[in-house]
């Protein structure tokens, strides 16, 4: 954790930067913040490959040591041990939320959606709260195994998946159609905590399974959008332009539901299958499936499936707004035209969102991941992750380049800045036209090279502009 000592290692370009040890490039030209140069930027970070090598790579980025750091990405466990017993500057960067688990376990999610929902019918109208319908019928046990019994019985005969509520990579999933399965699983599970000493009870969410999903060559999959919230109060989130889908290795059949390589299309469970390409990982870029999706229902479907996607992130959103923890480093309260060295809070939420289409071309949410997998399952999907995390620094802007009145900063667009952003001809936010198209441009062409080009100016030591293509 950064203590006040450490946190005043910030070199000036002046003075202090020609002292630091080993230090080689620094830039004098960034912005200022209250007439104090800025110098280095010391970042810290988990040993993950692609994350690394963005990192190393930016110009005037060092990497700190123990606790000298004025950016980290840390793991939410690092932050949940460490946030709160340290002063943290004006200036400084962490790359989640206090409390981001109110929208990245499974059963707070549903809990906040279903709060939110609730409010809508009460205050707004019907209408306006069935725009929250896009996730399953979820109940969480062992809390609500009564009620879940009841909806159970409502239906018979119909596939439910259970998953702990904080779990990744498809650990302790399975599906299940007898509700002896949870009862064996209720007796099996009660004898491993009473084995344990002092066992906190872990829970899990039981959820309507999707039985009709959206199939391409007869295989199931989901996508993975990535969304990066810079403030909660007030709202502000970007949207990234590429993602992918995650397909499963093996055809899809509700008639084999112990299989998980057909039902479950996490990397770290498709890995195993006897069909699992290694060399491409199963993947499609979101770009590809688009130009599919056009092809096979039309332009129009499309683009209605792809609102519905941006319905889906921003009433997630929304819905955590006012739990998600805003203290002085998570505010946004400065004007769009003050410098971004202040602008943005202290903290920095990439989110992976995790959403299946059924065969009507509804999304369903079915998870937001705090901490989405950075690492590679093919050279492709590392050139993506690595424009990525790119993107989310120039959104950051340690840097100091931006003006706050940007709607696309590579490859993301601002979606949502205390309302909703509308494309335009110029650069600042505001309606084009009459029709009000929104802002976002997921699985369109990326022209982020070209946009970084136009709107960053090269910092000391780089070529215009340089970066992952």
């Given amino acids: 954790m950064p203590s006040q000592k450490a946190r005043r290692h910030i070199h000036c370009a002046r003075g202090t930067a020609d002292q630091a040890a080993g230090s080689k490039v620094a830039y004098g030209n960034v912005k200022r913040r209250e007439g104090e140069g800025r110098g280095y930027v010391r970042y810290k970070c988990p040993p993950t490959k692609t994350l690394q090598d963005v990192l190393r790579q930016r110009p005037g980025w060092l ?42 376990r499974k059963n707070l999610m549903v809990k906040n959606l279903k709060r939110h929902r609730k409010l809508l019918e009460r205050e707004v109208s019907a209408a306006e ?16 195994y009564h009620l879940f019994v009841e909806e159970f019985r409502r239906c018979p005969g119909s596939t439910w998946i259970m998953k702990p509520a904080a779990r990744s990579q ?53 996508l993975r959008v990535y969304v990066l919230v810079t403030s909660y109060l007030p709202l502000r989130a970007w949207l990234y332009r590429d993602g992918f889908a995650r397909f499963s290795a093996t055809r899809f059949s509700l008639s084999s539901i112990d299989d998980q390589h057909a039902h479950l299309t996490n990397v770290a469970v498709q890995r195993t299958a006897p069909a699992y ?69 202290h903290h920095t939420a990439p989110y992976g969102y995790d959403i299946i289409l059924d065969q009507s071309l509804k999304p369903w949410l079915i ?28 959104v950051v802007d340690m840097e100091g380049r931006l003006t706050g009145r940007e709607t696309q900063v590579g490859g993301f667009d601002l979606m949502w800045s205390d309302g909703p952003v509308y494309r335009q001809d110029g650069n600042s936010p505001g309606p084009a036209s009459p029709f009000h198209t929104a802002n976002t441009h997921l699985g369109c062409h990326n022209d982020r090279e070209t946009q970084l080009r136009r709107l960053l100016r090269p910092l000391p030591g780089q070529r215009p502009h340089q970066g992952n293509a």
């Fill in 63 to 104: 990497e700190g040591r123990d606790e000298d750091w004025d950016f980290n990405w840390c793991e939410t466990g690092w932050l949940r041990d460490n946030y709160g017993h340290s002063y943290l500057e004006d200036h400084v960067r962490i790359c989640h939320f206090r409390n981001h688990y109110e929208l990245t």
């Fill in 367 to 394: 998870e937001v991941n705090a901490s989405p997998s950075l690492n590679a399952t093919s050279q492709q999907d590392y050139e993506l992750k690595c424009r990525l995390l790119e993107d989310t620094l120039n």
């Fill in 170 to 222: 498809g650990r302790g999933i399975f599906l299940f159609r007898k509700l002896k399965d949870i009862t064996d699983w209720r007796r099996d599970r009660g004898r491993a905590e009473e084995a344990r000493e002092e066992a906190q009870v872990e829970s899990y969410v039981a959820q309507r399974y999707i039985e009709d999903p959206y199939l391409i060559g007869g295989r199931k999959f989901d």
């Fill in 129 to 144: 709260a069935a725009r929250c319908d896009f996730f399953p019928c979820t109940l969480e046990l062992p809390s609500e």
């Fill in 277 to 345: 390409d290694h060399e491409r990982g199963c993947k499609w870029g979101l770009r590809q499936l688009r130009r599919f999706l056009c092809a096979r229902h039309g332009a129009a479907a499309a683009d209605t499936l792809f609102a519905e996607m941006d319905n889906v992130f921003i009433r997630s959103l929304q819905s955590v707004q006012k739990v998600i923890i805003n203290d002085k480093h998570c505010f946004d309260i400065r004007p769009a035209t003050t410098s971004s060295w202040t602008r943005y809070a």
